[in-house]
């Protein structure tokens, strides 16, 4: 029941954003920017993640990271985190500044709902090289949780990382946050997983999506999450629940996009051609579907959406040299 009224809280309390068929959005999730160390799970996933941005900014999506984009809970200082992924930000900059990027916050970077800690943090920082400040997301507002208004339909799109109600990430995070900072950080690193976790930890993270069906059900309201790290993507009569993945994973990156008017669940990977060479390859994993099919008025949502199979053919957007 609590975590019932914490997705209502912040259902309520969203932003609302009204959209079109002209509008397309990219969402991803749980980056969980490092310091470039060992420990650091994006690393792997870098070159493939600023690709896919680049890709989106040229094609005029606005980016929405739908929390955990900076491992706050291992990393307690975030210059670090920028200076080790400077070419990341840099792009996300590009976002910002044409008003395209819009910052969730999650359990991992939980620190965003301080306005001052955001801008201490993220407003600017200072070059050493040139000696100077510069400006990074002057002005960020980082939300808990958005609405987005579907003007053809009238349908909402509910986003939010989705840890409320998680009780262990969600109101005992602090506790949560000095085990993985202080003990399970340095056990990850020789193949210990943290139970706290339900990225890591099947029987949670099934209990987490249990909580999304239950309050999908009553509200009757698409929903895109992420936190669990596990690509969702609804079909035939499925709850509307929606699942971005994560950038973390050895075999690429996931996300969600909403293009034309339609929602689709996206694969990035880097791949070897049949000479060899290297490309990053965009996938299809699941869609494109017309928004206006997962309107609460003309279907009836009884069961749990479908886990990716990650093994479909690739579509090619551009060669790695």
Known sequence: MRAN????????????????????????SDCHRGDDSVSDEFIRNQNIFLHAL???????YTYIEVGDGDELWEYKNFSVIRLAHTDVFTVIKKFYDT???IMLYGNHNIYLKSKRFVK?????????????????????????????????????????????????????????MLLLRYFWRYLHLVGFDNP???????????????????????????????HTHRPKFPKDNDLPYFNTGCCTRTRGISGIEILNGEILMVDWRIAADE???????????????????????????????????????????????
């Open 99 to 101: 008003g395209r990027f």
């Open 275 to 321: 000479n060899g060479g290297l490309q990053i390859l965009r996938t299809v994993v699941r869609g494109p579907i017309p928004i206006e099919e997962y309107c609460g008025k003309k279907r009836t949502y009884s069961k749990v959406g479908e886990t990716v199979d990650e093994d479909l053919k690739s579509t090619p957007v551009t060669t790695l040299r």
């Open 54 to 60: 680049n890709y989106y900014y040229k094609e005029g």
């Open 196 to 226: 706290t976790s339900p990225a890591r930890n099947l029987f949670k993270r099934h209990k987490v999506e249990r909580i999304y069906d239950e309050w999908i059900r009553r509200r009757k309201v698409m929903l895109i999450c992420g």
């Open 120 to 176: 201490t943090n993220y407003f600017e920082y200072y070059d050493e090289y040139n000696q100077k400040k510069v400006d990074l997301f002057r002005g960020l507002e980082p939300k808990e949780a958005l609405v987005l208004e579907y003007k053809n339909s009238g349908q909402k799109i509910f986003v939010l990382h989705g840890h409320q109600g998680d009780i262990i990430n969600d109101q005992l995070w602090f506790f949560s």
């Open 5 to 28: 009224k914490r997705l209502t809280k912040a259902f309520e309390n969203a932003k609302r954003i009204p959209f079109d068929k002209n509008s397309k959005y990219i969402f991803f």
